[in-house]
């Protein structure tokens, strides 16, 4: 009995011992997220709650005169909507390119580096090279008045919309693959020869065996194609200019003009706004997957 009690008071020793370590090794992250995350975080609930001239306490004034306003609004229309059609659209096209990349093992390394390609490439040339598409006068229009169709001003209507989408797929695609290539090559070939023997279609592998196991993957993979998906205002920005189209007019364009002029409150406003939002999202995702992967069992 002594020597269980000792054994068990020497375990309980050593995690406390390794526990110090992990909290001795994430201190410098954490305290990096404290100064560059946490404490803008809070200086801008601070200041969305104060005049423009930030003398007065206004409570949440802000709030709801951003929340009134028509930009804001459509602002956070179109995010919505690309988030909505981008995510779902990436994660269901890099899972099932994966999937078919993953059983060609002799060219899966050159079918790797051809969709990463797009991530190497500067915002600039990315920039450049969609102008020279999409331009009113460049390649696609061309073409089109080659046919004898008219040509289509990409960037100044509704077409900007689906030139965002296909800007982002195209970026992000390469990355997403990888993240999935990780998790299928963590997924034992035991298995797959286990329901082989018992008659198993190639849709009923995926669908009891591929998926269940990828479920906890797909939590960090929707969050990080969230992520992205907000850098692709240096693409809409850098080729429409501050005031696009309004099918691509995104949150980060009101945010910058009401940067430029100095309506620093009203900004804050919308930024605390936007952050509930965005946890939003992220529990909603998280809730998601975490049901499926209990009804999976794993």
């Not at 008071?9 to 050593?14: D, T």
């Not at 305290?31 to 200086?43: A, E, Q, Y």
Request: aromatic share 14%; charged share 15%; proline share 3%.
């Amino acid at each position: 009995m002594r020597v269980v009690k000792q054994y068990k008071k020497e375990i309980s020793k050593r995690k406390r011992k390794e526990e110090r370590r992990a909290y001795l090794f994430l201190m410098p992250s954490l305290l990096g997220v404290g100064v560059f995350v946490l404490l803008p975080f809070l200086d801008a609930i601070y200041r969305s709650m104060k005049d423009t001239m930030g003398k007065n306490f206004v409570g949440i004034k802000n709030y709801s005169t951003v929340i009134q306003n028509e930009a804001f609004l459509l602002a956070g229309k179109n995010t919505g909507r690309f988030l909505l059609v981008c995510i779902p659209l990436l994660l269901v096209t890099s899972l099932a390119l994966s999937v078919v990349i993953y059983g060609q093992k002799k060219y899966q390394g050159f079918f790797k580096t051809t969709f990463l390609i797009p991530m190497a490439i500067p915002v600039a040339a990315v920039v450049l090279l969609w102008k020279i598409i999409f331009h009113k006068n460049g390649l696609i229009n061309a073409f089109l008045t080659l046919t004898g169709n008219k040509s289509i001003l990409w960037m100044n209507s509704g077409y900007a919309f689906g030139v965002l989408v296909f800007s982002y797929i195209w970026k992000n695609m390469g990355y997403n693959m990888v993240l999935w290539l990780a998790g299928l090559s963590g997924i034992s070939g035991t298995l797959y020869e286990a329901a082989s023997l018992d008659g198993a279609k190639r849709y009923q592998k995926f669908r009891y065996i591929t998926f269940p196991l990828l479920l906890p993957s797909v939590f960090m993979i929707s969050v990080l194609s969230l992520v992205n998906s907000f850098k692709v205002f240096r693409e809409a920005y850098l080729i429409a200019g501050n005031y696009p189209d309004k099918s691509i007019y995104m949150i980060q364009h009101l945010f910058n003009n009401w940067f430029v002029n100095l309506e620093i409150s009203k900004m804050c406003a919308a930024a605390v706004l936007f952050v509930i939002i965005i946890m939003g999202f992220v529990g909603m995702i998280h809730k998601i997957t975490s049901k499926g992967d209990q009804e999976g069992g794993y």
